[in-house]
């Protein structure tokens, strides 16, 4: 386990922000095998829907499905910060909502909504988790207008306890 309080050496640093970037960069481009050999085991957690995302298969059918909502999804990085163990990146993501999001069908319209990743690493220097922070209702306001909310509701009807049940760090060394 990574000692919370020792920061890695600058090479660290620069090649944990080398990886994020081209993670970032092969998203955008859509080359999933390439974003996906950034991870021994690809693992996304989505925080505001309480959902994770484990595994090739699993983490294929997360960009499969928010690329039919947002085909020309991109971003516009803020700023990108290093941790002990995880490079935060601040970005604006963009795009056209022109396929279901779940069960909210596709309204044209575009969004620009403030989001933080935290890229987390493990005591082996891989990739071992994206875990992305947003307002949802930043989003939603975006994209709905006139769409029948009950779609939304059915989004995050069932929290994943991945992220739900959580345990206090020990803090006392």
Do not use: C
């Amino acid at each position: 386990m990574l000692d919370r309080m020792t920061v890695p050496s600058e090479s660290v640093l620069r090649d944990r922000e080398k990886l994020v970037l081209d993670h970032f960069h092969d998203e955008v481009r859509q080359d999933w095998d390439a974003t996906l050999s950034t991870f021994p085991h690809p693992h996304y957690e989505l925080i505001p829907t309480l959902t994770v995302h484990d595994g090739d298969s699993e983490v294929r059918g997360y960009y499969r499905d928010t690329r039919v909502a947002f085909p020309d999804q991109d971003h516009e990085i803020i700023t990108l910060r290093h941790s002990a163990d995880a490079v935060i990146v601040e970005f604006w993501l963009l795009g056209t909502h022109q396929g279901p999001l779940g069960k909210i069908p596709a309204t044209g319209a575009k969004h620009r909504t403030r989001m933080t990743a935290f890229f987390v690493f493990d005591e082996n220097e891989h990739l071992a988790a994206e875990r992305i922070y947003f307002d949802s209702l930043t989003i939603l306001k975006q994209l709905l207008g006139g769409v029948n909310l009950r779609g939304l509701l059915a989004m995050s009807s069932m929290p994943d306890p991945r992220i739900t049940e959580t345990t206090a760090p020990d803090l006392t060394h």
